[in-house]
Protein backbone atom coordinates (compact mmCIF):
# COMPACT_ATOMS: atom_id res chain seq x y z
CA UNK A 1 0.00 0.00 0.00
CA UNK A 2 1.14 3.34 -0.34
CA UNK A 3 -0.33 6.61 1.56
CA UNK A 4 -0.80 10.21 -0.41
CA UNK A 5 -1.23 13.12 0.29
CA UNK A 6 -1.87 16.44 -1.96
CA UNK A 7 -1.04 19.91 -1.57
CA UNK A 8 -1.18 23.33 -3.21
CA UNK A 9 -5.08 24.01 -3.96
CA UNK A 10 -6.41 27.17 -3.57
CA UNK A 11 -8.38 30.30 -4.95
CA UNK A 12 -6.70 31.67 -8.31
CA UNK A 13 -8.14 33.88 -11.05
CA UNK A 14 -8.89 32.88 -14.02
CA UNK A 15 -5.55 32.63 -16.54
CA UNK A 16 -3.12 32.14 -13.12
CA UNK A 17 -1.37 29.27 -12.06
CA UNK A 18 -0.74 26.75 -9.43
CA UNK A 19 1.28 23.61 -8.72
CA UNK A 20 -0.17 21.12 -7.26
CA UNK A 21 1.92 18.19 -5.41
CA UNK A 22 1.02 14.54 -4.74
CA UNK A 23 3.63 13.23 -1.32
CA UNK A 24 3.61 9.19 -1.38
CA UNK A 25 4.83 7.19 1.61
CA UNK A 26 6.99 4.15 1.35
CA UNK A 27 10.28 3.35 -0.90
CA UNK A 28 8.37 1.23 -2.91
CA UNK A 29 7.17 4.61 -5.06
CA UNK A 30 8.76 3.57 -8.40
CA UNK A 31 6.12 0.44 -8.54
CA UNK A 32 3.20 2.75 -8.62
CA UNK A 33 1.71 4.79 -11.90
CA UNK A 34 0.20 7.78 -11.12
CA UNK A 35 -3.15 9.72 -12.04
CA UNK A 36 -4.66 13.22 -11.44
CA UNK A 37 -8.45 13.20 -11.17
CA UNK A 38 -10.97 15.73 -10.34
CA UNK A 39 -14.39 15.94 -9.14
CA UNK A 40 -16.88 19.17 -9.16
CA UNK A 41 -19.77 19.41 -6.87
CA UNK A 42 -22.62 17.60 -9.11
CA UNK A 43 -20.11 16.21 -11.55
CA UNK A 44 -18.64 12.93 -11.70
CA UNK A 45 -15.11 11.99 -11.13
CA UNK A 46 -13.34 12.72 -14.48
CA UNK A 47 -9.95 11.72 -15.51
CA UNK A 48 -7.13 14.72 -15.59
CA UNK A 49 -3.25 12.96 -16.12
CA UNK A 50 -1.61 9.94 -15.89
CA UNK A 51 2.17 9.41 -15.75
CA UNK A 52 3.87 6.00 -15.86
CA UNK A 53 5.88 4.34 -13.36
CA UNK A 54 8.87 5.83 -14.87
CA UNK A 55 7.09 8.91 -16.04
CA UNK A 56 8.17 8.47 -20.00
CA UNK A 57 4.82 7.96 -20.64
CA UNK A 58 1.80 10.15 -19.94
CA UNK A 59 -1.87 10.72 -20.82
CA UNK A 60 -4.05 13.92 -20.96
CA UNK A 61 -7.42 14.57 -21.24
CA UNK A 62 -8.29 17.02 -23.86
CA UNK A 63 -9.54 19.52 -21.79
CA UNK A 64 -6.33 19.99 -20.04
CA UNK A 65 -3.55 19.57 -22.90
CA UNK A 66 -1.32 22.00 -23.38
CA UNK A 67 -2.12 23.61 -19.98
CA UNK A 68 -1.29 21.53 -17.81
CA UNK A 69 1.92 19.42 -17.35
CA UNK A 70 2.65 16.24 -14.68
CA UNK A 71 5.87 14.89 -13.25
CA UNK A 72 7.42 13.25 -11.33
CA UNK A 73 10.33 12.84 -9.22
CA UNK A 74 10.88 8.76 -7.96
CA UNK A 75 13.46 9.45 -5.69
CA UNK A 76 11.07 11.86 -3.90
CA UNK A 77 7.93 10.06 -4.01
CA UNK A 78 6.56 13.05 -5.38
CA UNK A 79 4.47 13.89 -8.36
CA UNK A 80 3.43 17.53 -9.52
CA UNK A 81 0.65 18.83 -11.60
CA UNK A 82 1.21 22.09 -13.01
CA UNK A 83 -1.87 24.14 -14.14
CA UNK A 84 -1.22 27.28 -16.43
CA UNK A 85 -4.15 29.17 -18.32
CA UNK A 86 -6.29 28.30 -15.46
CA UNK A 87 -10.41 28.24 -16.14
CA UNK A 88 -13.24 28.57 -14.34
CA UNK A 89 -14.09 25.16 -15.21
CA UNK A 90 -11.29 23.78 -14.01
CA UNK A 91 -12.58 24.47 -9.79
CA UNK A 92 -12.88 21.53 -8.56
CA UNK A 93 -11.40 18.92 -5.94
CA UNK A 94 -8.29 17.24 -7.79
CA UNK A 95 -7.00 14.21 -6.56
CA UNK A 96 -3.71 12.28 -6.57
CA UNK A 97 -4.33 8.16 -6.97
CA UNK A 98 -2.09 4.81 -7.58
CA UNK A 99 -1.95 1.56 -8.68
CA UNK A 100 0.26 -0.84 -9.34
CA UNK A 101 -0.99 -3.26 -12.33
CA UNK A 102 -0.97 -1.19 -15.13
CA UNK A 103 2.21 0.91 -16.68
CA UNK A 104 -0.58 3.29 -16.54
CA UNK A 105 -4.17 4.15 -16.53
CA UNK A 106 -7.00 6.52 -17.40
CA UNK A 107 -9.81 4.85 -15.55
CA UNK A 108 -10.54 5.43 -12.12
CA UNK A 109 -11.49 1.90 -11.39
CA UNK A 110 -8.23 1.04 -11.79
CA UNK A 111 -6.66 2.84 -9.43
CA UNK A 112 -6.27 1.15 -5.89
CA UNK A 113 -4.92 4.36 -3.70
CA UNK A 114 -5.84 7.85 -3.41
CA UNK A 115 -5.52 10.90 -1.19
CA UNK A 116 -8.08 13.08 0.32
CA UNK A 117 -7.96 15.51 -2.28
CA UNK A 118 -6.96 19.25 -2.65
CA UNK A 119 -9.61 22.31 -3.60
CA UNK A 120 -8.70 23.95 -6.32
CA UNK A 121 -11.14 27.48 -7.54
CA UNK A 122 -10.81 29.32 -10.22
CA UNK A 123 -12.68 32.73 -10.41
CA UNK A 124 -13.94 34.33 -13.43
Known amino acids: QVQLVESGGGLVPAGGSLRLSCAASGRTFSRYAVGWFRQAPGNEREFVVAISRSGTNTDYADSVKGRFTISRDNAKNMVYLQMNSLKPEDTAVYYC?????????????????WGQGTRVTVSS
Open 97 to 113: AAQAVYDYSILANEYSY
